[in-house]
Every structure is written in C-alpha cells, then in structure tokens.
C-alpha cells in the first residue's frame, strides 16, 4: 500500500480500535484459482493472531493450505473531499479532490481449525463481544438456543487463525491541510454522518 | 468468495449501482513483495473496464506489470446481525449470530497510461462525477485552478485501468430469513443509519 509517512497510522491503539470498530475483514488469498476474497468478521487474539470462522460450505479451508499467506483488509469510513472544502481555495484555487479513508491491512499465515474446543471458543468470544456492544443486559448467549441446534450449527462451521506476520495502517485524514482547511474537511464528513472520521480527524486537530 | 445462490446479486443494475455508491476499490494484486492492496476509487467504463489513477510515488504501476490480474473489491453497508432481532428467536429459539453486508468482485487485468490525454480524461470525468454528486451547479471544475497548478497534478498521477474478466457479487441481507425475522433486521440497520442497506433489504421484501 502507497503509505506516506504522514498518513501512516502508528498507533496500536489506533489501529486494534479500527479493527474493532469495524471487524468484517476481507480475506484475501492466491490460491491455484487466481486471487480470492472472504468477508469474514474477526477478532484479534492479543498482536499475535486474527481468528474467526467461516461456513463449512465456504471452499477456502479446502482450497488454501495451511500456511498460506493472506492479506485481512480492514476498512473504517471513507470520504470524497472536495476543494470546495478548503476555506483556502477561494484565496489561490490550488487544490484538487481527494478521498479519505483509514484502512488496516494484516498481514498473515492462515490456518484452519475442525475440533469443536476451538470452534466453540470463537464463536463464544465473538458472540459475547458483539452482542454486549448491541445488547447489553439483553446479549443473547448461546445458551439461549436448543443444545442439538448449537450443536448442529458448530458442525457446519470451520475455524480459522491468522498468524500475524505485519500490520500497515493508513489514516488518509487531510493531516496534510493547513488548519481551516482541515476543520473545513471535518465538518463536512460530521454533516455527513461519518461521526467516527470525523472525531479521529478532531483528535487530529487538538494535537 | 463463498457465494450460496440466496445471496448472489445478479441484476446488473444493482452491481452497477455499488460501484457507484462505493467507488473506493480495495485494488488486490500478488505481487514478487506478496499481496498488496491500494484503496482507490474508480469509475466502470461500460462493462467493459474499471479506471482510475494513482500518485505517481505510488509503487504499484511500479511493481505490478501490465496485464496482471488484480481483484478490485468494493463493499457497502454492513450490519452485525443479532438473534434478537428475530421475532421467531422466542417462539424456537433455533438462531444464531450473522453478518449482513454486499460486495462486488471485479476481476481483471490492469495496465498503466502515462500520457497527458488518458490522465486528463480520467481525471476530468471522477471530478465531474463527484462534483455534481455533491455540489451540484456549485460544482468545483478542473478548470477553476490556474493551468500551471492542473498541469503539475497531472505529472504526478499515473493513470490505469483494469479489463474486466469477471464479476461477481453478493447481497447477504437475510433473504433466507421468514417475513417477519426478515422485517425485525431492516427495522434495526435502519434504526443504525444504514440506509443504503435498509433500502434494499425493503426491496427484497416488496418481491
């Protein structure tokens, strides 16, 4: 990925929260088909791993071998930047569009897992975290559903785990503006709702 | 990409209309420095082919040559899918925790254009698009900045486009749920701002 030092996302914080923020990886691989995608949502296992799982229907566990390298492509929000934007432009009318976006892209050796203890813990760990952040008190838990259905449903699945090999992160935020024009940027991504660009890019500003 | 036949989006129509709401490509390519991807947004030309341009500082014209496959992937809304949402979780409880998003896949095979008249006729039609999107008869237009400026942005942008080989696309907004389920999940990403999704889940309903 083209990475200019100041749109370089260093941060671990930073970069653990995107992928928090916004879990539905693709995972990208060659394989003797040509390069394949997956939508897939992960969690991270402390920096050393991505884990998830897919369906057992989802050919990739059979035609990615163990071991292969796999590009996860995580994507916050994203937005066209207008020169009409920069309070600037009026002044010299030297500025063209742009887009913005933040990105995280994992790299990794991925492997696939069929036992039921490793199974069960994924989709335990990911059902806890999403449904308290949707549900709360509320969470549904596994527990909920018939023994026999779990069960049946842990069958038709496959767990997989990314070894990180490398981490790149890019916040393109208009770090690269003078200050009106950046708070120009800002404003427009909040009026449009981009609530999570847009208090990224004010952290920005309050630096 | 794991593509059961509930979730295939077919009408081109509706695959058109992503790329256009989500021009911001996740460009894939394996390369002798492994995967590497670049976001970038592009335009279809026809059916025919995606294009786009890159900063000239960008390695990629670099490091993939002309006529390797890449994969350009584009993503919508996406949407953490609860059982709770369902009406029928209180009646069985048979459900569990999905993911609801859309995709397309274009496959194909880049190449690169240096000369003035390709980069400008790439560069003037994004901003056209983008422009009238967003600021309609207030659009900013190439020609607003001084010709030395335009000239100089135009020397450091390569320009590419990618020959279409293959798409494929997907929609996984809970078709394969029962009326009422179905109608629980559109009340809740359009409860979250997703519009865009909720619009073409009510789509599906109307069918």
Same mark, same amino acid.
């Given at each position: ?9 260093? @941060?671990?914080?930073? &970069? =653990? ?7 539905? /990886? ?15 949502? &992960?969690?991270?296992?402390?920096? /050393? ?5 897919? =369906?057992?229907?989802?050919? !990739? ?5 163990? %071991? ?5 492509? *995580?994507?916050?929000?994203? =937005? +066209?930047?207008?020169?009409?934007? +920069? ?18 892209? &994992?790299?990794?050796?991925?492997? *696939?897992?069929?036992? @039921? ?20 008190? /509320? ?8 023994? @026999?259905?779990?069960?049946? !449903? ?5 767990? *997989? ?7 790149? #992160? ?13 708070? %120009? ?5 909040? #009026?449009?709702?981009?609530? !999570? ?6 952290? @920005?500003?309050?630096?």
């Amino acid at each position: 990925m083209y990475l200019p030092d100041h749109f370089r996302e260093t @941060d671990p914080a930073d &970069v =653990a929260g995107l992928i928090a923020a916004f879990p539905l /990886a693709a995972i990208v691989a060659q394989t003797e088909q040509g390069l394949i995608a997956n939508h897939i949502p &992960v969690m991270t296992e402390g920096d /050393a791993a991505l884990i998830g799982h897919v =369906a057992l229907a989802n050919d !990739m566990h059979r035609i990615i071998p163990d %071991g292969t390298p796999v590009l996860a492509i *995580f994507r916050g929000q994203d =937005a +066209y930047v207008s020169p009409n934007l +920069y309070p600037s432009k009026a002044l010299h009318h030297r500025h063209v569009p742009t887009w913005n976006y933040q990105v995280v892209h &994992v790299a990794g050796r991925i492997s *696939f897992q069929h036992d @039921d203890k490793t199974k069960r813990a994924i989709v335990g760990r990911l059902t806890r975290d999403h449904e308290r952040a949707m549900n709360g008190d /509320a969470a549904w838990r596994m527990a909920d559903a018939p023994r @026999d259905y779990i069960e049946g !449903m842990l069958a038709a699945i496959v767990a *997989f785990r990314i070894d990180i090999t490398g981490i790149i #992160a890019k916040a393109k935020l208009s770090q690269n503006r003078e200050a009106a024009d950046h708070a %120009g940027v800002v404003g427009s991504v909040e #009026a449009r709702g981009l609530d !999570m660009m847009a208090a990224r890019m004010r952290r @920005d500003s309050a630096d």
